[in-house]
């Protein structure tokens, strides 16, 4: 079956711009998480939905948002980007109600640059 | 808020098996300990998650102590595919925290 599809993969911004980010879980899951990646803070929880309501946010400024769709579709936006949001966006779907931890199947990620 | 703790780095010798050891002092007793990797620019990968007996599957085998504070994970015979970072998690396996805590992780690097 089709893993977690997330696009773009690659994606150039400018300061002070804003960015949308997308993520398609595995069918049939209806959890969404999205977490931050950078070289010096490692992986970071942002936010996690499931049927289109958040349920958890990390501790980030309110610049990052994220939505879920009726089909599961996740989108993360983050605006008035600054040079410190250069990340790997990476998205992570899971079905509920399995055991989380062989349950969570991330993406690629979207590598994000800030210029 | 990671609650474990794993070396920086670690090589292994391609065929030998590879030992990466996680102290979890502090883990409860409904917690699990999980395992993912992270090979360069991609997402992580579940490996294989334990309660308090050992676990085995295609991948590794992952070896709990009898008091549960520390865990290794084993891959019984690494390739250079292998290389990459190698994260240890203690976590519920269901709860309201919706999430993964990684920690720095250890990076291993498999040496023809």
């Known amino acids: 079956k089709a893993g977690v599809t997330q696009t773009p993969r690659y994606l150039i911004k400018t300061r002070g711009q804003q960015v949308t980010l997308s993520c398609s879980p595995i069918?049939?899951?209806?959890?969404v998480s999205w977490y931050q990646q950078t070289p010096g803070q490692g992986l970071q929880f942002l936010f996690e939905?499931?049927?289109?309501?958040?349920?958890n946010k990390g501790n980030f400024p309110g610049r990052f948002s994220g939505r879920q769709f009726s089909n599961s579709r996740s989108e993360m936006n983050v605006s008035t980007l600054e040079l410190g949001d250069s990340a790997l966006y990476l998205c992570?779907?899971?079905?509920?109600?399995?055991?989380?931890?062989?349950?969570?199947?991330f993406g690629s990620g979207t590598r994000l640059t800030v210029v | 808020d990671a609650k474990t703790t794993q070396p920086p780095s670690m090589d292994c010798a391609e065929g030998r098996a590879a030992n990466l050891p996680c102290n979890h002092s502090?883990?409860?007793?409904?917690?699990?300990v999980y395992w993912y990797r992270q090979i360069h620019s991609q997402g992580p990968q579940y490996i294989i998650h334990?309660?308090?007996n050992n676990e085995t599957n295609e991948m590794a085998s992952l070896i709990i102590t009898e008091d549960r504070k520390s865990s290794t994970l084993i891959l019984p015979h690494a390739t250079l595919r292998d290389t990459a970072v190698y994260y240890c998690?203690?976590?519920?396996?269901?709860?309201?925290?919706?999430?993964?805590?990684f920690g720095a992780g250890t990076t291993v690097t498999v040496r023809a």
């Open positions: 939905y499931f049927s289109e309501t958040q349920r």
């Open positions: 992570a779907s899971s079905l509920e109600g399995q055991p989380a931890g062989n349950g969570y199947t």
């Open positions: 334990g309660l308090k």
């Open positions: 502090t883990i409860s007793g409904n917690e699990y």
């Open positions: 998690i203690v976590r519920f396996p269901r709860g309201n925290d919706y999430k993964l805590s």
């Open positions: 069918s049939g899951h209806r959890s």
